[in-house]
């Protein structure tokens, strides 16, 4: 029995008990004569038959409210259908969401080896094939314009690489995801001076490629928010596993503005980048929030649980 048909029951109960008691009251004192006796005398006004009147207003009542009751019901029954199919919903959108990650992610890593292996390589050749003729040849102009072709070869050749970690961070492949991260959070020190500690904790568990390269993005886009908008000193990226369920948390702190500067992107609801880590978080089933930290600064929390990965 569910609680509300238990409350319903109860609440009949006390009703026909009271009910119970008052019959048995006014058959002790004779309730009913002594009210006529009373109201003999209002014949003239018709108050005598304000009883029954009161007795028709109270069969209204019930009856009023058994029709809210039934209404409420089917209100119930209704919105509780509805969050049932908003779940699946959900559920399905979740599944689509990873579907269409894996997809990309599948897109981007077959690009780049096109990439690396075609145009990297006739890049190199094109480089080559200059030195040479500026080393065999004798005349100025042509040896100059080889080392133009050497020089824009180089800048293109730069290009592709740039265009390649953003495809697919190679260190992932290369190194795995806490490596590359851990060369992530060093060339950003380097490149914007401020301080990047990254901190495994003993634990964390292995993640799916898909997954990994989704976490490897966050670090980036957090990273890249705290260098245009936190004015840090100092930022903590932390892997550890979840304290309720298998998977990964990721916590990235700094000791910048806070969500309380309207030039911090989460301060008026959060920016692009931010609206893409929840997206890429909510894709995996997961959790993202943003606090402030004590003594200035903000603190971005991902739960990622590897229950909620398809089979």
């Known amino acids: 029995m569910s609680r509300f048909a238990a409350g319903w029951a109860q609440d009949a109960l006390l009703v026909l008990a009271g009910v119970l008691a008052f019959f048995v009251v006014a058959g002790r004192f004779e309730l009913f004569e002594r009210l006529q006796a009373a109201t003999r005398g209002l014949e003239p006004w018709q108050l005598d038959e304000l009883p029954l009147t009161l007795l028709a207003l109270s069969l209204g009542l ?34 689509l969401a990873q579907a269409l990650i894996r997809v990309q992610d599948t897109e981007r890593r077959a690009l780049a080896r096109e990439l690396h292996d075609e145009f990297g390589q006739h890049c190199t050749a094109i480089r080559a094939d200059a030195r040479y003729i500026a080393r065999a040849t004798e005349v100025p102009a042509v040896a100059e314009g080889a080392r133009r072709i050497d020089e824009s070869a180089e ?40 301080g990047c500690a990254f901190v495994p904790r003993p634990g964390s568990p292995a993640l799916p490629d898909d997954m990994a390269v989704a976490v490897y993005r966050l670090v980036q886009e957090a990273l ?27 916590r990235i702190t700094d000791d910048g503005r806070g969500l309380a500067s309207d030039r911090h992107p989460a301060g008026a609801g959060g920016g692009h980048g931010l609206a893409g880590m929840r997206e890429r978080v909510a894709g995996y089933g997961g959790t993202l929030k943003l606090d402030n930290v ?14 909620n990965l398809p089979a």
């Open 224 to 250: 890249t928010n705290v260098a245009r908008h936190a004015e840090a000193s100092h930022v903590q990226i932390v892997f550890e596993p979840l304290p309720s369920s298998e998977g990964l948390r990721l």
């Open 155 to 194: 800048r293109l050749h730069g290009l592709v690489r740039e265009m390649l970690d953003r495809l697919r961070p190679p260190d992932l492949d290369s190194l795995g995801l806490e490596a590359a991260v851990q060369a992530l959070c060093e060339r950003w020190e380097m490149q914007t001076g401020i």
């Open 62 to 95: 019930l009856w009023f409210g058994w029709r809210r009751v039934v209404e409420a019901r089917q209100a119930l029954t209704a919105r509780t259908v509805a969050e049932q199919q908003a779940q699946a919903l959900l559920s399905e959108n979740r599944e």
């Open 294 to 307: 004590e003594g200035g600064g903000l603190r971005i929390e991902a739960d990622l649980p590897l229950e």
